[in-house]
């Protein structure tokens, strides 16, 4: 159980890092197709997936927590 904790936990930690370096990286294909014509991510939604990428990892942190409690516990 403790181990799938902490594999739970690098998922969050690998998605956050994604979100908080590279805010883009899912744009064209989530938002795009909804638009016509050529069209970039505005800066509300950069800003929103940096949050997003804070909010996992601190999922990340108690994931690994939880983790590492069941396992020493």
């Known amino acids: ?3 799938m904790l902490i594999f739970i936990a ?3 930690f ?3 890092i994604l ?6 990286w899912g744009w064209r294909a989530n938002e795009a197709w909804k ?3 050529d069209s970039e991510p ?3 939604y950069i800003d929103d997936m940096k949050f997003r990428g804070s909010i996992s990892i601190l999922f990340g942190f108690f994931f690994l927590t939880c983790g590492l409690l069941v396992i020493f516990l």
């Open 1 to 3: 159980m403790g181990f």
């Open 10 to 12: 690098i998922i969050f």
């Open 14 to 16: 690998s998605l956050g």
């Open 19 to 24: 979100s908080k370096r590279n805010p883009t």
């Open 35 to 37: 638009i016509k014509g």
């Open 42 to 44: 505005s800066d509300a």
